[in-house]
Nanobody
Framework: HVQLVESGGGSVQPGGSLRLSCAAS????????LAWFRQSPGKAREGVAG?????????ADSVKGRFFIFRDNAKKTLDHQMQMNDLKPEDTAMYYC????????????????WGQGTQVTVS
């Protein structure tokens, strides 16, 4: 049974930082993508960042240079984090952790496993 649990959301002022964490359990695929999506009210869910099996990561252009996704390869888990710096009001959204087998994609429909989300508010 795969379970993804997000934590670390909250309210910050513009320019502030937050670190989101995703605790992953029950996932045993040898190739995977761990990703973060976000959704604001009235908007479609969008991909924010993803990290693949080999540690290669990508972030959306809208957060490039401000958001960083990473995991500790020494740990035998798929737990990972996303550091968010210089937060802007437009980053306000519900952030979701997601996982899929094989490579990363920005298409949410390709992700099999999802967390419940953690709210980030920048104001």
């Amino acid at each position: 049974h795969v379970q993804l649990v997000e934590s670390g959301g909250g309210s910050v002022q513009p320019g502030g930082s937050l670190r989101l964490s995703c605790a992953a359990s029950g996932y045993s695929a040898s190739a995977y993508c761990l990703a973060w999506f976000r959704q604001s009210p009235g908007k479609a869910r969008e991909g924010v960042a993803g990290i693949g099996t080999g540690g290669v990561s990508r972030v959306a252009d809208s957060v490039k240079g401000r958001f960083f996704i990473f995991r500790d390869n020494a740990k035998k888990t798929l737990d990972h984090q996303m550091q968010m710096n210089d937060l802007k009001p437009e980053d306000t959204a519900m952030y979701y952790c997601a996982a899929r087998t094989f490579g990363c994609s920005t298409s949410e429909s390709l992700y099999t496993y999802w967390g419940q989300g953690t709210q980030v508010t920048v104001s």
